[in-house]
T-cell receptor, first 114, second 113 residues
Framework: AQTVTQSQPEMSVQEAETVTLSCTYD???????LFWYKQPPSRQMILVIR??????QNATENRFSVNFQKAAKSFSLKISDSQLGDTAMYFC???????????FGQGTRLTINP | DAGITQSPRHKVTETGTPVTLRCHQT?????MYWYRQDPGHGLRLIHY???????DKGEVSDGYSVSRSKTEDFLLTLESATSSQTSVYFC????????????FGSGTRLTVV
């Protein structure tokens, strides 16, 4: 079974700094999808970024980018120029090509301080 | 808003009582999911559906059942609620087995006393 591990339960940075959240996963598949979700205090789950494993290029969405290292099974999220509104829980998730469902990591609670 | 609603948003119930949570979508997506969120565990899959009357178990399905009689509705039932089922429950939908990610409902906070 696939597993997803987020080794940083909590992180805290100052506004405008860059922060990187770590995620590793375990799979024997070669084709899969990876995601980062954000959950602010409102509890709503928001898709931040998506990466397809067969694409070499790292996905980017505005201030959010990923470092996808397929051989190392690592998928980290970098937030540049962090803002107070980035304060949230962040979840890494994996979906194998034939799995029909996402497997989530334990989450990282990120606090952006003014 | 996304076309997925969960009801109720909050519920307090007593141990041993049955509870049903409802997920309703207007997106006509084939796949629907129920997850529970607990501190330190992230989101864990309870059950999912890949079509009307087609459901399968997730990793934490004990004590839960589901039904999907229409494309738009996916019901989660706690047959006899226990304190260990106190959690936040999320419904999610996807048109494509989750390859594009999910759209989530707003969650239901369930407290079993």
């Amino acid at each position: 079974a696939q597993t997803v591990t987020q080794s940083q339960p909590e992180m805290s940075v100052q506004e405008a700094e860059t922060v990187t959240l770590s995620c590793t996963y375990d799979t024997s598949e070669s084709n899969y999808y990876l995601f980062w979700y954000k959950q602010p205090p409102s509890r709503q789950m928001i898709l931040v970024i998506r990466q397809e494993a067969y694409k070499q290029q790292n996905a980017t969405e505005n201030r959010f980018s990923v470092n996808f290292q397929k051989a190392a099974k690592s998928f980290s999220l970098k937030i540049s120029d962090s803002q107070l509104g980035d304060t949230a829980m962040y979840f890494c998730a994996f979906n194998g090509r034939g799995a029909q469902k996402l497997v989530f990591g334990q989450g990282t609670r990120l606090t952006i301080n003014p | 808003d996304a076309g997925i609603t969960q009801s109720p948003r909050h519920k307090v119930t007593e141990t041993g009582t049955p509870v049903t949570l409802r997920c309703h979508q207007t997106e006509n997506h084939r796949y629907m999911y129920w997850y529970r969120q607990d501190p330190g565990h992230g989101l864990r899959l309870i059950h999912y559906s890949y079509g009307v009357k087609d459901t399968d178990k997730g990793e934490v399905s004990d004590g839960y059942s589901v039904s999907r009689s229409k494309t738009e509705d996916f019901l989660l039932t706690l047959e006899s609620a226990t304190s260990s089922q106190t959690s936040v429950y999320f419904c999610a939908i996807s048109p494509s087995q989750g390859w594009d990610g999910y759209t989530f409902g707003s969650g239901t906070r369930l407290t079993v006393v």
